[in-house]
């Protein structure tokens, strides 16, 4: 019998990193499933779905808890049951002047209309010509069943004047 794990790495940047962990994982049958890693401001940071028989995950976690002192923070806590959420799927991207608050009234904005973040991925910029600061975000989302796309772009441009959507091709 196996359990999923669902493993998060916090650390300062530096290579190696993500293959100690992975050394772990597979020194204790790991099966490393999903992930998402990235390097934000010096720091990488990661999450992982881990299937793992359940006679190893006590060594594991164990193991995991020992890069502590390499640096390496963890956190590692049983996955959830997949909750379908009916409605559609979609991918857009949001770009516009970046502000304070800006990420706090887009997620605002899903919430109060139901719409269920799978993914987002935000950054600033400079803008090419004028050198100000832009602010892009690219998101998954279910939209809920008696919303189009076309609703949400109009709920979310009607944030600024200077916000675009663009949803991606299906």
């Known amino acids: 019998m196996n359990n999923q794990l669902v493993i ?5 940047d530096r290579p190696g990193v993500v293959e100690q962990v992975a050394a772990i994982i597979t020194n204790h ?13 010096g720091k990488f940071a990661g999450i992982i779905l881990v299937d ?8 594991l976690e164990a193991a995991l808890a020992g890069l502590a ?7 590692v806590d049983h996955a959830g049951s997949a909750t ?3 409605g559609e799927q979609a991918d857009f991207d949001v770009i516009g002047n970046d502000r304070q608050g800006i990420v706090g009234e887009i997620s605002h904005v899903l919430a109060r209309h139901n719409v269920s973040v799978d993914e987002l991925y935000t950054n600033t910029e400079n803008a090419p010509m004028s050198g ?9 989302v279910i939209i809920p069943k008696g919303m189009s796309r076309e609703d949400l772009q109009e709920i979310l441009e009607q944030l600024s004047s200077d916000l675009v959507v663009e949803f991606k091709e299906a």
């Open 8 to 12: 998060s790495i916090l650390t300062d």
């Open 29 to 41: 049958q790991g099966n490393w499933l999903e992930s998402a890693l990235s390097r934000l401001g």
């Open 52 to 59: 793992i028989p359940v006679d190893q995950q006590g060594a």
């Open 69 to 75: 002192s390499k640096g390496i923070r963890v956190s």
């Open 84 to 86: 379908a959420i009916g």
């Open 132 to 140: 100000e600061l832009l602010f892009k975000a690219s998101a998954r």
